[in-house]
T-cell receptor
Framework: AQSVTQPDIHITVSEGASLELRCNYSYGATPYLFWYVQSPGQGLQLLLKYFSGDTLVQGIKGFEAEFKRSQSSFNLRKPSVHWSDAAEYFCAVGPYSGGGADGLTFGKGTHLIIQP | KAGVTQTPRYLIKTRGQQVTLSCSPISGHRSVSWYQQTPGQGLQFLFEYFSETQRNKGNFPGRFSGRQFSNSRSEMNVSTLELGDSALYLC??????????????FGEGSRLTVL
């Protein structure tokens, strides 16, 4: 079965500093990978996605992520964070086509705190 | 363009009752997915509907059911509520079924509390 691990439950970063959120996945084939962001009381918004091709993908709000097949990772990065980036970030993989449930499999999320 | 609309936003039920949640997708979107979000289990896939047909279902008991109407609006129902059903239920819509577009547009969710 597919799975997603986000090792960091909480991360605190100073405003203006760089950010990297980690994501590792387990999947039996070429994965579709996603990063979503959830602000308090809100639904999820797609930041970026990887299907194939260039392993460095650009997203909205200045975010980027790099797919590394050898490390089964899809880490999210931003060169300079803003206070408005404080939110919950979810990595997701999908779909599973080996007989299990489809839909996206999400990690448990990383809570990003921005220090002034 | 209006986003995904979920109603009600908040509701409180007692054990044993049933609940129906509604989701109106973005205009033109024909695929609707439902996810359950809890602090312990995180986001878990419930089911997906496309053109009034359930395409996929997650690992949830039969108490969880759903349907989609001809206008793509969807409802999910949970019968015989248990305390563990307390969660934020998120609906997401897309033009076509996942993962073909990759982008799910999420609503703000319906927060269910079971007492």
């Amino acid at each position: 079965a597919q799975s997603v691990t986000q090792p960091d439950i909480h991360i605190t970063v100073s405003e203006g500093a760089s950010l990297e959120l980690r994501c590792n996945y387990s999947y039996g084939a070429t994965p579709y990978l996603f990063w979503y962001v959830q602000s308090p009381g809100q639904g999820l918004q797609l930041l970026l996605k990887y299907f194939s091709g260039d392993t460095l993908v650009q997203g909205i709000k200045g975010f980027e992520a790099e797919f590394k097949r050898s490390q089964s990772s899809f880490n999210l990065r931003k060169p300079s964070v803003h206070w408005s980036d404080a939110a919950e970030y979810f990595c997701a993989v999908g779909p599973y086509s080996g007989g299990g449930a489809d839909g996206l499999t999400f990690g448990k999320g990383t809570h990003l705190i921005i220090q002034p | 363009k209006a986003g995904v609309t979920q109603t009600p936003r908040y509701l409180i039920k007692t054990r044993g009752q049933q609940v129906t949640l509604s989701c109106s997708p973005i205009s033109g979107h024909r695929s609707v997915s439902w996810y359950q979000q809890t602090p312990g289990q995180g986001l878990q896939f419930l089911f997906e509907y496309f053109s009034e047909t359930q395409r996929n279902k997650g690992n949830f008991p039969g108490r969880f059911s759903g349907r989609q109407f001809s206008n793509s609006r969807s409802e999910m129902n949970v019968s015989t509520l248990e305390l563990g059903d307390s969660a934020l239920y998120l609906c997401a819509s897309s033009l076509v079924p996942t993962p073909n577009t990759g982008e799910l547009f999420f609503g703000e969710g319906s927060r269910l509390t079971v007492l």
